[in-house]
T-cell receptor, first 114, second 109 residues
Framework: GAGVSQTPSNKVTEKGKYVELRCDPISGHTALYWYRQSLGQGPEFLIY????????DSGLPNDRFFAVRPEGSVSTLKIQRTERGDSAMYLC????????????FGAGTRLSVL | GQNIDQPTEMTATEGAIVQINCTYQTSGFNGLFWYQQHAGEAPTFLSYNVLDGLEEKGRFSSFLSRSKGYSYLLLKELQMKDSASYLC??????????FGPGTRLSVLP
């Protein structure tokens, strides 16, 4: 079947604006993860969903960041009042059950805050 | 907490063998993953080790020593397309991954 799909692939916004990034995981995968990757660095964990609930949101940097997964499939990462420091690649991954499984990544959304 | 270390950059010649090391410190251990990431693309799964020893998969092999907190990825018969970043990752609590900084490998003709 299809892999993890992320839209948009690129997003340019102005400082202070609100953005939404979408992730469509592999069908049947119950676990979904959001990571943020800056140039030349490894991905950093943001939030993990098991089904519809956020099982671990300890990686969200502050309360401007929020994510939902209302039906246990598609997830949306929401960033309010964007700042230039939010510019990064936002990666989504899914895995079958979550416990030590292989994570399959989408191609990411490159966010640029001007 | 978890701490993972990898060399930042490596260079090797087409047809050669290269070893990319990863050291980790973790509270609890649930295996170690290696991913390949070409510039601007998604990380793709390469290997998973949970027991000590060498796992071979074609041109790529991965080794783990849990007592030493050490792993390496071995790439044989290097090809130009192997130029990429190689990420070492350890599951935290069996769930989200903690990634190392990645090793950027350049394969030269």
């Amino acid at each position: 079947g299809a892999g993890v799909s992320q839209t948009p692939s690129n997003k340019v916004t102005e400082k202070g604006k609100y953005v939404e990034l979408r992730c469509d995981p592999i069908s049947g995968h119950t676990a979904l993860y959001w990571y943020r990757q800056s140039l030349g660095q490894g991905p950093e964990f943001l939030i993990y969903f098991q089904g519809t609930g956020a099982a671990d949101d300890s990686g969200l940097p502050n309360d401007r960041f929020f994510a939902v997964r209302p039906e246990g499939s598609v997830s949306t990462l929401k960033i309010q009042r964007t700042e230039r420091g939010d510019s990064a690649m936002y990666l989504c991954a899914s895995s079958q059950t979550g416990t030590g499984d292989i994570q399959y990544f989408g191609a990411g959304t490159r966010l640029s805050v001007l | 907490g978890q701490n993972i270390d990898q060399p930042t950059e490596m260079t090797a010649t087409e047809g050669a063998i290269v070893q990319i090391n990863c050291t980790y410190q973790t509270s609890g251990f649930n295996g170690l993953f290696w991913y390949q990431q070409h510039a601007g693309e998604a990380p793709t799964f390469l290997s998973y080790n949970v027991l000590d020893g060498l796992e071979e998969k074609g041109r790529f092999s991965s080794f783990l020593s849990r007592s030493k907190g050490y792993s390496y990825l071995l790439l044989k018969e290097l090809q130009m397309k192997d130029s990429a970043s190689y990420l070492c990752a350890v599951p935290r609590g069996g769930q989200n991954f903690v990634f190392g900084p990645g090793t950027r490998l350049s394969v030269l003709p």
